[in-house]
Protein backbone atom coordinates (compact mmCIF):
# COMPACT_ATOMS: atom_id res chain seq x y z
CA UNK A 1 0.00 0.00 0.00
CA UNK A 2 2.70 2.54 0.87
CA UNK A 3 4.24 1.48 -2.34
CA UNK A 4 1.78 1.87 -5.01
CA UNK A 5 0.56 5.50 -2.79
CA UNK A 6 4.14 6.32 -3.09
CA UNK A 7 4.25 5.76 -6.81
CA UNK A 8 0.70 7.41 -7.71
CA UNK A 9 2.00 10.83 -5.98
CA UNK A 10 3.04 13.05 -8.92
CA UNK A 11 -0.99 11.63 -10.57
CA UNK A 12 -4.36 14.11 -10.65
CA UNK A 13 -5.13 14.80 -6.99
CA UNK A 14 -8.50 13.56 -7.28
CA UNK A 15 -7.11 10.02 -8.84
CA UNK A 16 -5.03 9.97 -5.62
CA UNK A 17 -7.14 10.81 -3.17
CA UNK A 18 -9.50 7.83 -5.38
CA UNK A 19 -6.83 5.21 -4.75
CA UNK A 20 -5.89 6.27 -1.38
CA UNK A 21 -9.47 6.31 0.21
CA UNK A 22 -10.29 2.74 -1.71
CA UNK A 23 -6.66 1.36 -0.47
CA UNK A 24 -8.01 2.62 3.58
CA UNK A 25 -11.37 0.92 2.75
CA UNK A 26 -9.88 -2.30 1.29
CA UNK A 27 -7.03 -2.41 4.78
CA UNK A 28 -9.53 -1.77 6.90
CA UNK A 29 -12.14 -4.51 5.59
CA UNK A 30 -9.38 -7.07 6.03
CA UNK A 31 -8.01 -6.03 9.40
CA UNK A 32 -11.56 -6.09 10.71
CA UNK A 33 -12.13 -10.15 9.12
CA UNK A 34 -8.82 -10.73 10.36
CA UNK A 35 -9.49 -10.75 13.98
CA UNK A 36 -13.04 -13.25 14.27
CA UNK A 37 -11.11 -15.41 11.63
CA UNK A 38 -7.90 -15.54 13.88
CA UNK A 39 -10.27 -16.37 17.04
CA UNK A 40 -12.30 -18.69 15.21
CA UNK A 41 -9.03 -21.03 13.99
CA UNK A 42 -7.85 -20.86 17.49
CA UNK A 43 -11.02 -21.48 19.44
CA UNK A 44 -11.18 -24.53 16.98
CA UNK A 45 -7.44 -26.15 17.38
CA UNK A 46 -7.03 -24.98 21.00
CA UNK A 47 -10.72 -25.61 22.17
CA UNK A 48 -9.49 -28.29 24.97
CA UNK A 49 -6.86 -25.77 25.92
CA UNK A 50 -8.56 -22.41 26.53
CA UNK A 51 -12.10 -20.67 26.56
CA UNK A 52 -13.21 -18.01 24.47
CA UNK A 53 -13.13 -15.38 26.86
CA UNK A 54 -9.77 -16.22 27.18
CA UNK A 55 -9.19 -16.45 23.75
CA UNK A 56 -10.23 -13.02 23.27
CA UNK A 57 -8.69 -11.26 25.49
CA UNK A 58 -5.12 -12.70 24.37
CA UNK A 59 -6.13 -11.97 20.66
CA UNK A 60 -7.08 -8.61 21.17
CA UNK A 61 -4.02 -7.76 23.74
CA UNK A 62 -1.50 -8.90 21.03
CA UNK A 63 -3.33 -6.92 18.22
CA UNK A 64 -3.11 -3.94 20.31
CA UNK A 65 0.50 -4.31 21.25
CA UNK A 66 1.71 -5.25 17.72
CA UNK A 67 -0.41 -1.97 16.63
CA UNK A 68 1.44 0.14 19.41
CA UNK A 69 5.30 -1.08 18.28
CA UNK A 70 4.75 -0.52 14.29
CA UNK A 71 3.06 2.68 14.97
CA UNK A 72 5.88 3.63 17.15
CA UNK A 73 8.48 1.87 14.78
CA UNK A 74 6.94 2.97 11.00
CA UNK A 75 7.85 6.57 11.05
CA UNK A 76 10.58 6.76 13.91
CA UNK A 77 12.78 3.52 12.60
CA UNK A 78 11.74 1.65 9.85
CA UNK A 79 10.97 4.58 7.01
CA UNK A 80 14.17 6.27 8.29
CA UNK A 81 16.13 3.07 7.80
CA UNK A 82 14.67 1.12 4.90
CA UNK A 83 12.35 4.14 2.94
CA UNK A 84 8.99 4.14 2.45
CA UNK A 85 8.43 1.02 -0.38
CA UNK A 86 11.07 -1.13 1.45
CA UNK A 87 9.05 -0.41 5.01
CA UNK A 88 5.67 -1.79 3.60
CA UNK A 89 7.33 -4.79 1.57
CA UNK A 90 8.93 -5.83 4.99
CA UNK A 91 5.56 -5.86 6.84
CA UNK A 92 4.54 -7.62 4.10
CA UNK A 93 7.65 -10.33 4.66
CA UNK A 94 6.05 -10.38 8.66
CA UNK A 95 2.87 -11.31 7.45
CA UNK A 96 3.61 -14.07 5.10
CA UNK A 97 5.85 -15.19 8.17
CA UNK A 98 2.68 -15.74 10.25
CA UNK A 99 1.07 -17.65 7.20
CA UNK A 100 4.02 -19.72 6.77
CA UNK A 101 3.91 -20.68 10.77
CA UNK A 102 -0.06 -20.85 10.27
CA UNK A 103 0.37 -22.91 7.96
CA UNK A 104 3.20 -25.19 9.80
CA UNK A 105 0.98 -25.17 12.67
CA UNK A 106 -2.52 -26.26 10.96
CA UNK A 107 -0.67 -28.75 8.77
CA UNK A 108 -2.99 -31.39 10.17
CA UNK A 109 -5.84 -30.08 9.78
CA UNK A 110 -5.72 -28.42 6.14
CA UNK A 111 -6.18 -29.95 2.57
CA UNK A 112 -4.38 -29.59 -0.08
CA UNK A 113 -1.46 -28.29 1.93
CA UNK A 114 1.12 -28.87 -0.71
CA UNK A 115 -1.14 -25.48 -2.85
CA UNK A 116 -1.16 -23.95 0.32
CA UNK A 117 2.69 -24.44 0.92
CA UNK A 118 3.28 -23.07 -2.82
CA UNK A 119 1.17 -20.22 -2.28
CA UNK A 120 3.06 -19.16 0.69
CA UNK A 121 6.60 -19.83 -0.95
CA UNK A 122 5.92 -17.60 -4.46
CA UNK A 123 4.25 -14.85 -1.99
CA UNK A 124 7.82 -14.98 0.36
CA UNK A 125 9.35 -15.14 -2.83
CA UNK A 126 7.58 -12.21 -4.87
CA UNK A 127 8.01 -10.15 -2.16
CA UNK A 128 11.71 -10.64 -1.37
CA UNK A 129 12.33 -9.90 -5.36
CA UNK A 130 10.12 -6.40 -4.79
CA UNK A 131 12.31 -6.05 -1.61
CA UNK A 132 15.37 -6.00 -3.32
CA UNK A 133 14.38 -3.76 -6.23
CA UNK A 134 12.33 -1.25 -4.16
CA UNK A 135 15.18 1.67 -4.91
CA UNK A 136 14.59 1.38 -8.49
CA UNK A 137 10.79 1.64 -8.18
CA UNK A 138 11.86 4.46 -5.88
CA UNK A 139 13.75 5.93 -8.75
CA UNK A 140 10.96 5.26 -11.09
CA UNK A 141 8.44 6.83 -8.95
CA UNK A 142 10.64 9.83 -8.07
CA UNK A 143 11.86 10.55 -12.04
CA UNK A 144 8.30 10.21 -12.85
CA UNK A 145 7.45 13.12 -9.65
CA UNK A 146 9.81 15.37 -10.48
CA UNK A 147 10.79 15.55 -14.32
CA UNK A 148 14.30 16.87 -13.87
CA UNK A 149 17.57 14.08 -13.52
CA UNK A 150 17.92 13.32 -9.41
CA UNK A 151 21.39 14.52 -7.82
CA UNK A 152 20.19 12.95 -3.96
CA UNK A 153 17.59 11.88 -2.89
CA UNK A 154 17.66 10.46 0.91
CA UNK A 155 14.65 9.87 3.61
CA UNK A 156 16.19 11.08 7.53
CA UNK A 157 14.60 10.57 10.32
CA UNK A 158 11.93 13.52 10.10
CA UNK A 159 10.90 14.04 6.13
CA UNK A 160 12.56 12.69 2.15
CA UNK A 161 14.95 14.47 0.94
CA UNK A 162 15.06 15.40 -3.01
CA UNK A 163 17.49 17.41 -5.14
CA UNK A 164 17.22 17.77 -8.45
CA UNK A 165 19.35 19.67 -11.33
CA UNK A 166 18.78 20.55 -14.87
CA UNK A 167 19.63 23.09 -17.04
CA UNK A 168 17.09 25.59 -15.67
CA UNK A 169 18.59 24.90 -12.26
CA UNK A 170 18.58 23.01 -8.53
CA UNK A 171 15.50 22.51 -6.88
CA UNK A 172 15.28 21.05 -3.41
CA UNK A 173 12.20 18.93 -2.44
CA UNK A 174 10.91 17.87 1.24
CA UNK A 175 8.45 15.72 1.48
CA UNK A 176 7.56 16.24 -2.31
CA UNK A 177 7.02 20.05 -1.82
CA UNK A 178 9.37 22.49 -3.28
CA UNK A 179 11.64 24.48 -1.09
CA UNK A 180 13.49 26.70 -3.72
CA UNK A 181 14.78 26.82 -7.25
CA UNK A 182 18.16 28.14 -7.70
CA UNK A 183 16.84 30.77 -10.55
CA UNK A 184 14.87 32.67 -8.25
CA UNK A 185 15.48 31.36 -4.91
CA UNK A 186 17.66 34.86 -4.32
CA UNK A 187 13.99 37.13 -4.29
CA UNK A 188 12.98 35.25 -2.18
CA UNK A 189 15.57 34.89 0.32
CA UNK A 190 16.59 38.79 -0.19
CA UNK A 191 12.71 39.65 0.52
CA UNK A 192 12.63 37.57 3.63
CA UNK A 193 16.44 38.74 5.12
CA UNK A 194 16.86 42.16 4.13
CA UNK A 195 13.38 44.77 5.18
CA UNK A 196 14.23 43.33 8.87
CA UNK A 197 17.65 43.54 8.75
CA UNK A 198 17.92 47.01 7.25
CA UNK A 199 14.77 48.28 9.48
CA UNK A 200 16.65 47.39 12.36
CA UNK A 201 19.68 49.43 11.08
CA UNK A 202 22.99 47.58 12.72
CA UNK A 203 21.98 44.18 13.90
CA UNK A 204 25.05 42.24 15.80
CA UNK A 205 22.98 38.76 16.78
CA UNK A 206 21.00 37.08 14.38
CA UNK A 207 18.81 34.18 14.94
CA UNK A 208 17.37 31.76 11.98
CA UNK A 209 14.84 29.45 12.75
CA UNK A 210 14.41 26.68 10.01
CA UNK A 211 16.02 27.71 6.46
CA UNK A 212 18.75 24.68 7.14
CA UNK A 213 19.99 25.29 3.66
CA UNK A 214 21.69 28.01 4.54
CA UNK A 215 20.18 30.72 1.76
CA UNK A 216 18.89 32.81 4.37
CA UNK A 217 22.03 32.57 6.89
CA UNK A 218 23.82 33.69 3.33
CA UNK A 219 22.21 36.79 3.28
CA UNK A 220 22.53 37.52 6.90
CA UNK A 221 25.82 37.60 6.42
CA UNK A 222 25.77 40.72 3.54
CA UNK A 223 25.96 42.73 6.80
CA UNK A 224 28.67 42.87 7.99
CA UNK A 225 27.99 44.67 11.27
CA UNK A 226 26.33 41.00 12.31
CA UNK A 227 28.59 39.33 14.77
CA UNK A 228 27.12 35.83 15.62
CA UNK A 229 24.37 33.84 13.76
CA UNK A 230 22.36 30.98 15.39
CA UNK A 231 21.11 28.48 12.80
CA UNK A 232 18.50 26.06 14.79
CA UNK A 233 17.42 23.83 11.83
CA UNK A 234 15.12 19.98 13.26
CA UNK A 235 17.00 17.85 10.51
CA UNK A 236 21.00 17.29 10.98
CA UNK A 237 20.37 15.65 7.99
CA UNK A 238 19.98 19.08 6.01
CA UNK A 239 22.42 21.22 7.75
CA UNK A 240 25.08 18.05 6.51
CA UNK A 241 24.11 18.05 3.13
CA UNK A 242 24.03 21.63 2.41
CA UNK A 243 27.71 22.05 4.20
CA UNK A 244 29.16 19.05 1.91
CA UNK A 245 27.74 18.59 -1.39
CA UNK A 246 29.69 21.37 -3.67
CA UNK A 247 26.89 21.66 -5.65
CA UNK A 248 24.72 23.02 -2.47
CA UNK A 249 27.79 24.93 -0.89
CA UNK A 250 28.40 26.93 -4.06
CA UNK A 251 24.49 27.86 -3.56
CA UNK A 252 24.62 28.68 -0.07
CA UNK A 253 28.10 30.24 -1.09
CA UNK A 254 29.37 28.69 1.84
CA UNK A 255 27.45 30.38 4.47
CA UNK A 256 27.21 26.85 6.64
CA UNK A 257 30.90 27.08 7.29
CA UNK A 258 30.90 30.93 8.37
CA UNK A 259 33.03 31.20 11.40
CA UNK A 260 30.40 33.70 12.61
CA UNK A 261 27.55 30.93 12.57
CA UNK A 262 26.27 28.82 15.20
CA UNK A 263 24.81 25.18 13.96
CA UNK A 264 21.81 23.89 16.56
CA UNK A 265 19.63 21.12 14.99
CA UNK A 266 16.79 21.08 17.44
CA UNK A 267 13.40 21.96 17.43
CA UNK A 268 12.80 25.48 17.01
CA UNK A 269 9.35 25.55 19.61
CA UNK A 270 11.49 23.52 22.60
CA UNK A 271 15.01 25.30 21.71
CA UNK A 272 13.46 28.78 22.66
CA UNK A 273 11.15 27.50 25.62
CA UNK A 274 15.24 26.07 27.03
CA UNK A 275 17.27 29.18 26.09
CA UNK A 276 17.45 32.82 27.05
CA UNK A 277 19.51 34.43 24.25
CA UNK A 278 18.19 37.63 23.21
CA UNK A 279 18.58 38.42 19.41
CA UNK A 280 18.33 41.83 17.16
CA UNK A 281 16.91 40.00 13.80
CA UNK A 282 14.98 36.93 13.79
CA UNK A 283 14.16 34.99 10.71
CA UNK A 284 11.48 32.45 10.73
CA UNK A 285 11.81 30.43 7.68
CA UNK A 286 9.50 27.24 8.25
CA UNK A 287 7.82 25.27 5.49
CA UNK A 288 3.94 25.87 5.23
CA UNK A 289 1.41 24.87 8.03
CA UNK A 290 0.49 21.47 6.20
CA UNK A 291 0.20 19.54 9.31
CA UNK A 292 -0.63 20.16 13.31
CA UNK A 293 3.20 19.82 13.92
CA UNK A 294 4.09 22.44 11.34
CA UNK A 295 1.47 24.68 12.61
CA UNK A 296 2.33 24.77 15.81
CA UNK A 297 5.19 26.68 14.83
CA UNK A 298 2.55 29.66 13.71
CA UNK A 299 0.59 30.00 16.86
CA UNK A 300 0.14 32.89 19.44
CA UNK A 301 2.21 30.43 22.33
CA UNK A 302 5.21 30.84 19.47
CA UNK A 303 5.20 34.26 18.49
CA UNK A 304 5.14 35.04 22.22
CA UNK A 305 8.49 33.05 22.51
CA UNK A 306 9.57 34.92 19.73
CA UNK A 307 8.95 38.14 21.41
CA UNK A 308 10.84 36.88 24.70
CA UNK A 309 13.99 36.59 22.45
CA UNK A 310 14.08 39.65 20.46
CA UNK A 311 15.82 42.84 21.77
CA UNK A 312 14.17 46.28 22.17
CA UNK A 313 13.66 47.30 19.04
CA UNK A 314 14.60 44.26 17.10
CA UNK A 315 12.22 42.32 14.36
CA UNK A 316 11.17 39.14 13.32
CA UNK A 317 10.80 38.33 9.70
CA UNK A 318 8.11 35.50 9.47
CA UNK A 319 8.31 33.24 5.94
CA UNK A 320 4.01 33.46 5.63
CA UNK A 321 2.36 31.49 2.76
CA UNK A 322 0.69 33.04 -0.42
CA UNK A 323 -1.76 36.21 0.39
CA UNK A 324 -2.97 35.72 -2.95
CA UNK A 325 -4.20 31.85 -3.57
CA UNK A 326 -4.10 30.99 0.73
CA UNK A 327 -5.21 34.66 0.97
CA UNK A 328 -7.18 33.81 4.44
CA UNK A 329 -4.43 31.51 5.91
CA UNK A 330 -1.79 34.24 5.18
CA UNK A 331 -4.03 37.20 7.09
CA UNK A 332 -4.55 34.46 9.89
CA UNK A 333 -0.88 34.87 10.61
CA UNK A 334 -1.18 38.39 10.44
CA UNK A 335 -3.89 38.38 12.93
CA UNK A 336 -2.24 35.53 15.14
CA UNK A 337 1.27 38.09 15.33
CA UNK A 338 -0.73 40.93 16.80
CA UNK A 339 -2.28 38.64 19.40
CA UNK A 340 0.54 37.90 20.84
CA UNK A 341 1.28 41.64 20.94
CA UNK A 342 3.37 42.48 18.44
CA UNK A 343 3.15 44.72 15.74
CA UNK A 344 3.07 43.51 12.32
CA UNK A 345 3.77 44.69 9.00
CA UNK A 346 2.82 42.40 6.29
CA UNK A 347 4.93 42.44 2.38
CA UNK A 348 4.94 40.29 -0.52
CA UNK A 349 6.92 39.39 -3.18
CA UNK A 350 6.30 37.86 -6.38
CA UNK A 351 8.97 34.53 -6.66
CA UNK A 352 8.29 32.76 -10.07
CA UNK A 353 8.59 29.50 -9.28
CA UNK A 354 6.01 30.07 -5.62
CA UNK A 355 3.91 32.97 -7.81
CA UNK A 356 2.76 36.13 -4.94
CA UNK A 357 4.74 35.00 -1.50
CA UNK A 358 3.93 36.50 1.88
CA UNK A 359 6.06 37.88 4.52
CA UNK A 360 5.37 39.69 7.60
CA UNK A 361 7.57 41.69 9.66
CA UNK A 362 7.15 41.20 13.83
CA UNK A 363 8.14 43.82 16.48
CA UNK A 364 7.63 45.89 19.25
CA UNK A 365 7.89 49.12 17.58
CA UNK A 366 6.29 50.16 13.80
CA UNK A 367 8.16 49.63 10.58
CA UNK A 368 10.03 52.30 9.08
CA UNK A 369 11.57 52.15 5.85
CA UNK A 370 15.23 51.63 5.55
CA UNK A 371 17.64 54.33 4.57
CA UNK A 372 20.09 51.67 3.07
CA UNK A 373 20.78 47.93 1.77
CA UNK A 374 23.55 45.79 1.02
CA UNK A 375 24.97 46.80 -2.83
CA UNK A 376 25.01 43.49 -4.02
CA UNK A 377 21.41 42.40 -4.02
CA UNK A 378 19.90 40.77 -7.56
CA UNK A 379 16.60 42.02 -6.03
CA UNK A 380 15.50 44.65 -3.72
CA UNK A 381 16.41 48.10 -3.77
CA UNK A 382 15.05 51.79 -1.84
CA UNK A 383 13.34 52.10 -5.25
CA UNK A 384 11.84 49.09 -5.42
CA UNK A 385 10.99 48.36 -1.57
CA UNK A 386 7.91 50.55 -0.97
CA UNK A 387 5.79 48.46 -3.52
CA UNK A 388 6.13 45.05 -1.78
CA UNK A 389 4.10 46.80 1.48
CA UNK A 390 1.12 47.62 -1.00
CA UNK A 391 -1.53 45.30 -1.57
CA UNK A 392 -4.16 44.57 -4.32
CA UNK A 393 -7.62 45.10 -3.52
CA UNK A 394 -7.29 40.64 -4.51
CA UNK A 395 -4.77 40.09 -1.79
CA UNK A 396 -6.03 42.61 1.15
CA UNK A 397 -6.58 41.96 4.44
CA UNK A 398 -10.28 39.52 5.05
CA UNK A 399 -11.45 38.68 8.54
CA UNK A 400 -9.33 35.74 10.29
CA UNK A 401 -9.73 33.90 13.55
CA UNK A 402 -6.05 33.65 15.71
CA UNK A 403 -4.18 30.40 15.62
CA UNK A 404 -3.88 28.94 18.71
CA UNK A 405 -2.74 25.95 20.19
CA UNK A 406 -6.08 24.73 20.94
CA UNK A 407 -7.34 25.31 17.73
CA UNK A 408 -4.78 25.02 15.08
CA UNK A 409 -7.60 26.59 12.65
CA UNK A 410 -4.20 27.68 10.60
CA UNK A 411 -3.86 23.84 9.41
CA UNK A 412 -7.54 23.60 8.40
CA UNK A 413 -7.87 27.03 6.24
CA UNK A 414 -4.22 25.87 4.77
CA UNK A 415 -5.41 22.85 3.32
CA UNK A 416 -8.63 23.95 2.28
CA UNK A 417 -7.36 27.13 0.27
CA UNK A 418 -4.68 24.92 -1.20
CA UNK A 419 -6.58 22.41 -1.99
CA UNK A 420 -8.42 24.28 -4.34
CA UNK A 421 -5.60 25.05 -6.24
CA UNK A 422 -4.39 21.10 -6.79
Excluded at 119 to 144: I, N, Y
Amino acid sequence: MPGALFAMHGTAATSFRFALYSLVLLVGTLVGLEIPLVMRILKHHFRERYALSNLVSQVLTFDYLGALAVSVAFPLLLVPQLGLIRTGIFFGLLNAGVAVWTLWLFRFDLRRTGWHATACAATVAALLLAFAGAQRATSWAEDRFYGDAIVYSESSRYQRVVVTSSSAGVRLFLNGNLQFHSRDEYRYHEALVHPAMAAHGSPRRVLVLGGGDGMAVREVLRHPGVEQVTLVELDPHITTLFATAPLLRRLNADALHSPRLRIVNADAFGWLEKNADMFDVIVVDFPDPTNFSIGKLYTTTFYRLIDEHLNAGGFAAVQTTSPLIARRSYWTVVTTIEAAGLTATPYHAHVPSFGEWGFILAGRRPYRAPDALPSDLRFLNLDGLPALFAFPPDMARVPAEVNRLSNQVLVTTFEHEWGKVH
